[in-house]
Every structure is written in structure tokens, then in C-alpha cells.
T-cell receptor
Framework: DSGVTQTPKHLITATGQRVTLRCSPR?????VYWYQQSLDQGLQFLIQ???????AKGNILERFSAQQFPDLHSELNLSSLELGDSALYFC?????????????FGPGTRLTVL | AQSVSQHNHHVILSEAASLELGCNYS??????LFWYVQYPGQHLQLLLK??????LVKGIKGFEAEFIKSKFSFNLRKPSVQWSDTAEYFC?????????????????FGQGTILTVHP
């Protein structure tokens, strides 16, 4: 158990719908990262928040957005869902900002878009 | 932009065989290097990491990796694998900047190598 929790574990929805994935970082960690794992794209960085502020963006679609709340949990919002959005979405947390920190990964949310 | 290449998609070994998984990265600056493992149905776990110093890094569960700067490589090794090592292995890099840099630590992953160990 990494200490990072993600809910829900599985999500099945239809095209065009909107979903919210939730992540609670390890106690004391200020930085949250979101990654998408799909068969064709592999593991890709989406977005990072640090202490409530967006800090880095990767290959995140405009239909996707995220935020980090004052209690440091984060939510990833996916809208106008397409079949190709089906993937495993991981959240990771680290204590501080910067490259010299280990990232601890959550168990992931498996999203299936039908 | 950084990129990471893992040469083998699927490796099949018998128990007690030696393992070497290849990882090459493309980036012109200082990098930090990581190997993560994902056991079936579980989350990604850190096996080992390299920031600086001795290029031969020892990790958990008997794994080690060697950073060869001239070859842009960070290969993972284990002298004798066990059935319990069956998992998917990911090499990852981030650029070696501190908190004042622009990378903020985001990881770039390779495509992963599935290791199957037969008892």
C-alpha cells in the first residue's frame, strides 16, 4: 500500500458523458501527478499540481481538467468522453516539488467508455 | 523533449535465469532515472532510482541497474529471477532540475516490459 488512494476503482460509462476521478495523496505530500496508461500510448503524464496550483502540463486533452483542493486531494475531470479515453488513470504524489522526489502511485481508476 | 525506449516488450524466463532489461533515454541534459514495477493487479512501485554518484544502483528485491551516460542507458539486472518477479517493468526519467526548474519532476515512461517467469 503506497498511501495514495484513488476512487472509484472501476468506472464504466458511455460516450459523451462526464466523469470525475478522485485522488488522495499520501499524508504530508503536497505534489500530485496524474498519468494515463493505455495500450497504444503507454504511460503518459497528464498534469501536475503542487499545493493547490497547477505546475506542469503534459499531453492532456482540452476536454480534461483537474484541480487540487485545500485539503490536497485532487480530482481529474473528463468530459465529452470518447472510446479512446478508455484507460487506466493513475495518480501519484510526492512530498515536494522537483525532480529529486520519489513519486508514490495509487492503485489507479480503470475507465471504460462504451 | 525526453523519450524513453525499452527494447523488449515481453521477456520469458525460467526461475534462476539471469535478467537484463534494456532502457535507453533521449535527453541532452542531466537526468534522474527510475525503474518501477507493476505486479498483476497492483500499483506501480519504485524498484530503484539514480540521481548521481555511483552509476551502479542497488534496489529492492535483489534488482540493480547501471547508468552508462555515454550510452544513454539504464539497464535493469537481476542475477537469478523468481516466479514472484513476474510483472511489468517500466523505466522512467525526469530531468535533473531542482524545484526551481520547469520540469517539476514529471516522469517520462518507457513502454514497459512484461516479464514472465516460469517455475
Amino acid at each position: 500500500d503506497s498511501g495514495v488512494t484513488q476512487t472509484p476503482k472501476h468506472l464504466i460509462t458511455a460516450t459523451g458523458q462526464r466523469v470525475t476521478l478522485r485522488c488522495s495523496p499520501r499524508s504530508g505530500d503536497l505534489s500530485v501527478y496524474w498519468y494515463q496508461q493505455s495500450l497504444d500510448q503507454g504511460l503518459q503524464f497528464l498534469i501536475q499540481y503542487y499545493n493547490g496550483e497547477e505546475r506542469a502540463k503534459g499531453n492532456i486533452l482540452e476536454r480534461f481538467s483537474a484541480q487540487q483542493f485545500p485539503d490536497l486531494h485532487s480530482e481529474l475531470n473528463l468530459s465529452s468522453l470518447e472510446l479512446g479515453d478508455s484507460a487506466l488513470y493513475f495518480c501519484a504524489s510526492s512530498p515536494r516539488l522537483g525532480s529529486y522526489n520519489e513519486q508514490f502511485f495509487g492503485p489507479g481508476t480503470r475507465l471504460t467508455v462504451l | 523533449a525526453q523519450s524513453v525506449s525499452q527494447h523488449n516488450h515481453h521477456v520469458i524466463l525460467s526461475e534462476a535465469a539471469s535478467l537484463e532489461l534494456g532502457c535507453n533515454y533521449s535527453y541532452g541534459g542531466t537526468v534522474n532515472l527510475f525503474w518501477y514495477v507493476q505486479y498483476p493487479g497492483q500499483h506501480l512501485q519504485l524498484l530503484l532510482k539514480y540521481f548521481s554518484g555511483d552509476p551502479l544502483v542497488k534496489g529492492i528485491k535483489g534488482f540493480e541497474a547501471e547508468f552508462i551516460k555515454s550510452k544513454f542507458s539504464f539497464n535493469l539486472r537481476k542475477p537469478s529471477v523468481q516466479w514472484s518477479d513476474t510483472a511489468e517493468y517500466f523505466c522512467a526519467v525526469n530531468d535533473g532540475t531542482d524545484a526551481g526548474g520547469t520540469s517539476y519532476g514529471k516522469l517520462t515512461f518507457g513502454q514497459g516490459t512484461i516479464l514472465t517467469v516460469h517455475p
